[in-house]
């Protein structure tokens, strides 16, 4: 029922130049969606925009990536544009954009020329690491929530396309434009999606301001790098708050089972 209603929504949508609407006959999951839609798009356009279905934009969102594809169309070391970035909380002392190591798939852009470079195989992405380049793949050891979905997805516990490209763009020592202020806020931390709990430490109000301003420099910003792993080793906050997400969490899976 809800997969017809969303069909019937989508044939209502304006707005745009046109909508072509791709239906299927079974149930594909995420990342074989997003993985075959992303392969045809950029295989027939050279390069792609892509949203979710729990994403709110800016107004100036879709400028920043048409603008930013421009810019770096033919920078082969710029690999992604992410319109997401975290609630930093010295984002005012940052340049208005820069590079970081790091992929995000909260609204996103790249080109043919990076795609061609996603490797699903992930015995073979596996293989090319050693312990250093984990630490840098898990930003020198903050985040290691990263190396964790890349051994679940391996033992098969998850089925994420995100961690795969994320490891595909840091073993060629690609790089991703941010802005500093978001320009996207991810509405689908309410438990009802297939990937997601109730979160609020990713909270963002997108940016109403249009982004002026590209790097020059192909490289990692420091200072951008420097507030990334401040809110990485802060993020889950106190034993206080993480008990009670815990407890929240608990409780509304536990609520869902006895619903069904």
Partial sequence: EKVEQTRTLIQEINGFKSVKIIKRSNHMGLAASIIEGVTQLVNEYGKIIVFEDDLLSSPYTLTYFNEALGAYENEPAVMQIAAYMFPL????????????????????????RAWNSFEPDIHHLYQQFNEEKIHQFTVEGTMMNYWKQFQDFKEGKNNSWAIRWHASV??????????AKSLIENIGHDGSGVHSIIEDTYKVHPSRKPISSFPKVIKEDAAALAEVKRFYKHRKGSWLKRGKKFVVNKWFHLKSKLRK
């Fill in 89 to 112: 909380k010295n984002d005012k002392q940052l340049p208005e954009t820069f590079f970081l190591r790091s992929i995000n798939s909260w609204g996103w852009a790249t080109w043919k």
């Fill in 170 to 179: 840091f073993l060629k020592q690609g790089l991703v434009l941010y802005p």
